[in-house]
């Protein structure tokens, strides 16, 4: 029997797209944990398989670790550890590749998703080419649409562009962090493989400079005088003009000269605006918002956007858009929102409005638009996935509202001779932020109706003393704008690269922080090798990147520039190895012992630090005096980064680590099982493990009842 085979980029892609092209029946079948489908499509038979991402990745040809340097390959993904979990999909692929007559490329459609593809055709399939499918979500009306329309060829410039970046990324990354390793090597005092590349050494190396800011902020104190006033049966506060009063003897003057005044109202000032609606999400700013409103991380978020993509309820995830299609049927889509009760009255609303047009941003994507909800209506979703989905329908509602309306006054009271103001906000059509809901929360202070001349009690003054405060940190939302505006990576790529760094060490915390060895990584860096840290060499070679997806370059010779510009870094860093060797190791020494020191043994008064058993990867809290026979011990968390904090808990006298791990909120915790403050997570853990045992006894006895039936059977 001859088919078609259609390669899609994951598991829950092929049985989406198998059950939206099928005629009849979908049969599914697996083989050693790998699935693919079957179906029959008009006198068509098709084979839908997935892979799992990557199931190539590039590996340097000939062994050794010296730099810099440039004989990459692609090899199966499988072939590496992290990576052995593809060697099913990489094998039932490749079973399936055998016996087709054609096939199609139906991966996600960006750079990605076609080096994916190429890959599979010209390593697995034997093809240098296919005719693709090219769809922005994974209802069943686009699939249909994808495969009846489908392009004869791969896009290859979107190819040539997504490998360019795959071996560009890894000129950079592979070679810088083996000079930086063997400098280290070369000092003799301590190994740590220090990573770095394109994108990751200027996202650093900003947070970094702004973490100095921060460091360096010296506070100044200056004093505000506010009145507490009474209008009518409401209690106001005014503040005085000059917002921060820098010497005290001039604040303790007004004080003394409006203490025990009246106030006179000399002038009403009103001023309406007009709020545009928002634009509709691209990458970036839907993150942003995920992380702003939520607090998952920008990993987290791309997760779980990506689980609603593959289930047909948003579009696509990864998009430079701020702009719909006019095609998608905006009432469609409405009409399909409006069957959600707490959207009805909402989506009923815009329905009623004789012409949905949006409020479109500038930025734009070749290959997807802005983000939105699909006419595809979610059965069940999870708490997380149900509050992400949420944020994007009041979204796309909002983009279709009305400007809102916003009055904001400000009222002048003369009180002894010194000016104080009143201030005031109201809504007088909400427009787009009734559709935006919670979303769009507004400060309302309302002010009664005054007029100029009238005489108002002061019940209370105060003198309030402040400090100025240092810049704000980065959010992890916050700062995917930072480099999005600084060309810093691409939208599939910056919140990767985010957490790679959290996963260095160099950052922690949700409001980010640069750690010790972070920060002077970037210092030595900025020393010794600046371009590695250049952002404007790197938003270059990304704008080199984006001409050849244009047609406008070709991979040679964005790779020849890329190559003689880490030729160029090498050669600098082995000039002075030594130097940086020795530079970056007293960083290392000095940031791991400082992080390794948790606090005191509260049996024999030496220091707990941290000690890892090499074999197993795992950690423990032991005492500097075990030589002197003190055994105290504790068992620390496997993964993520442990900070001291300098406490003790009360209850069982250990000191008490702060634990940061990727994607999830720190936590703190004292090094002792047995303190009666982790009596909720051990009651916790082992309702846990009864679940799990409850669920497995129930399986085993279903599947005891179900053979001893069909032993009835037969």
């Known amino acids: 029997m001859s088919y078609t085979l259609i390669i899609t980029e994951k598991p829950s892609a092929a049985k989406t797209i198998a059950k939206a092209l099928a005629n009849g029946e979908?049969?599914?079948?697996?083989?050693?944990?790998?699935?693919?489908?079957?179906?029959?499509?008009?006198?068509?038979?098709?084979?839908?398989?997935?892979?799992?991402?990557?199931?190539?990745?590039?590996?340097?040809?000939?062994?050794?670790?010296?730099?810099p340097r440039f004989d990459v390959e692609w090899v199966p993904s499988y072939t590496f550890r992290a990576s052995k979990f593809s060697?099913?999909?990489?094998?039932?692929?490749?079973?399936l590749a055998k016996g087709a007559k054609d096939f199609i490329v139906a991966t996600d459609y960006d750079d990605e998703g076609e080096v994916i593809g190429?890959?599979?055709?010209?390593?697995?399939?034997?093809?240098?080419?296919?005719?693709?499918m090219k769809f922005s979500t994974m209802t069943k009306d686009e699939l249909v649409h994808s495969y009846e329309h489908m392009d004869k060829h791969l896009n290859k410039n979107l190819v040539e562009a997504g490998f360019t970046r795959h071996i560009m990324d890894w000129y950079f990354g592979i070679n810088l962090t083996r000079a930086l390793t063997n400098a280290i090597k070369l000092s003799g005092k301590r190994f740590r493989i220090l990573s770095t590349g394109r994108v990751q050494g200027p996202v650093l190396h900003f947070l970094a400079k702004h973490e100095k800011k921060i460091k360096a902020f010296k506070p100044k104190p200056f004093w505000q005088i506010e009145l507490d006033v009474k209008i009518g049966k409401q209690i106001l506060k005014a503040s005085h003009e000059k917002d921060k009063i820098w010497d005290k003897k001039r604040a303790d003057d007004i004080l003394k000269k409006v203490e025990g005044k009246k106030a006179e109202v000399k002038d009403i000032k009103k001023k309406?605006?007009?709020?545009?609606?928002?634009?509709?999400?691209?990458?970036?700013?839907?993150?942003?918002?995920?992380?702003?409103?939520?607090?998952?991380?920008?990993?987290?978020?791309?997760?779980?956007?990506?689980?609603?993509?593959?289930?047909?309820?948003?579009?696509?995830?990864?998009?430079?858009?701020?702009?719909?299609?006019?095609?998608?049927?905006?009432?469609?889509?409405?009409?399909?929102?409006?069957?959600?009760?707490?959207?009805?009255?909402?989506?009923?609303?815009?329905?009623?409005?004789?012409?949905?047009?949006?409020?479109?941003?500038s930025k734009t994507d070749a290959a997807h638009p802005a983000i939105y909800p699909t006419a595809q209506v979610p059965k069940k979703l999870g708490a997380k996935q149900q509050k992400v989905y949420d944020l994007l329908v009041h979204r796309f509602m909002a983009v279709f509202g009305d400007p809102a309306k916003r009055e904001s006054q400000r009222i002048r009271l003369d009180v002894n001779g010194e000016n104080f103001y009143l201030s005031g906000r109201k809504t007088l059509e909400a427009g787009w932020t009734a559709l935006y809901g919670k979303y769009a929360a507004r400060d309302e202070v309302t002010l009664p109706d005054m007029k100029v001349g009238d005489k108002i009690d002061v019940k209370k003054v105060e003198q309030i003393a402040k400090q100025t405060q240092p810049p704000p940190?980065?959010?992890?939302?916050?700062?995917?704008?930072?480099?999005?505006?600084?060309?810093?990576?691409?939208?599939?790529?910056?919140?990767?690269?985010?957490?790679?760094?959290?996963?260095?060490?160099?950052?922690?915390?949700?409001?980010i922080e640069v750690t010790e060895l972070g920060q002077n990584l970037s210092d030595i860096l900025e020393k010794n090798v600046p371009e590695i840290i250049s952002e404007k060499l790197t938003a270059h070679l990304e704008k080199e990147c984006n001409a050849i997806e244009a047609g406008k370059k070709k991979r040679e010779e964005v790779l020849k520039e890329a190559k003689k510009t880490v030729i160029k870094i090498s050669k600098k860093i082995k000039s002075k190895e030594k130097k940086i060797?020795?530079?970056?190791?007293?960083?290392?020494?000095?940031?791991?012992?400082?992080?390794?020191?948790?606090?005191?043994?509260?049996?024999?008064?030496?220091?707990?630090?941290?000690?890892?058993?090499?074999?197993?990867?795992s950690r423990f809290a032991g005492c500097s005096n075990y030589k002197k026979g003190c055994k105290t011990g504790y068992p620390l968390p496997r993964d993520g980064v442990i900070m001291p904090t300098g406490k003790i808990c009360p209850e069982c006298k250990t000191p008490i680590i702060q634990v940061y791990r990727q994607g999830a909120k720190p936590f703190r915790m004292c090094l002792s099982l047995d303190c009666p403050t982790k009596k909720g997570w051990?009651?916790?853990?082992?309702?846990?493990?009864?679940?799990?045992?409850?669920?497995?006894?129930?399986?085993?006895?279903?599947?005891?009842?179900?053979s001893s039936e069909e032993k009835k059977k037969k």
């Open 682 to 706: 051990l009651d916790k853990s082992k309702l846990k493990k009864n679940q799990k045992k409850e669920k497995s006894d129930t399986k085993k006895s279903s599947k005891s009842e179900t």
């Open 118 to 132: 190429a890959n599979i055709l010209r390593f697995i399939c034997n093809r240098e080419d296919a005719p693709r």
């Open 87 to 95: 060697e099913k999909f990489f094998r039932n692929m490749e079973e």
């Open 581 to 617: 060797g020795d530079e970056l190791t007293k960083s290392v020494i000095a940031s791991q012992d400082k992080q390794s020191v948790l606090g005191p043994c509260p049996k024999c008064g030496g220091t707990l630090k941290v000690f890892k058993m090499w074999k197993t990867g």
């Open 272 to 361: 309406v605006l007009m709020q545009k609606p928002p634009k509709p999400y691209n990458t970036t700013s839907f993150l942003a918002d995920i992380y702003r409103y939520f607090g998952y991380s920008p990993q987290q978020g791309m997760q779980i956007a990506e689980s609603l993509y593959q289930g047909g309820y948003m579009s696509y995830p990864r998009t430079s858009s701020e702009k719909l299609p006019k095609d998608i049927d905006y009432k469609k889509i409405l009409r399909s929102i409006a069957k959600i009760s707490r959207y009805q009255k909402l989506a009923d609303f815009l329905l009623t409005k004789k012409e949905l047009a949006p409020n479109q941003g």
């Open 473 to 511: 940190r980065y959010s992890q939302g916050s700062v995917l704008k930072e480099m999005e505006s600084k060309n810093l990576g691409t939208k599939s790529t910056r919140a990767e690269i985010l957490q790679i760094l959290y996963k260095r060490g160099y950052l922690i915390g949700k409001s």
């Open 26 to 67: 979908v049969k599914e079948f697996e083989k050693n944990g790998a699935r693919w489908y079957e179906i029959k499509r008009g006198k068509k038979n098709i084979k839908v398989a997935p892979a799992a991402g990557h199931l190539f990745m590039l590996k340097q040809r000939a062994k050794g670790w010296d730099y």
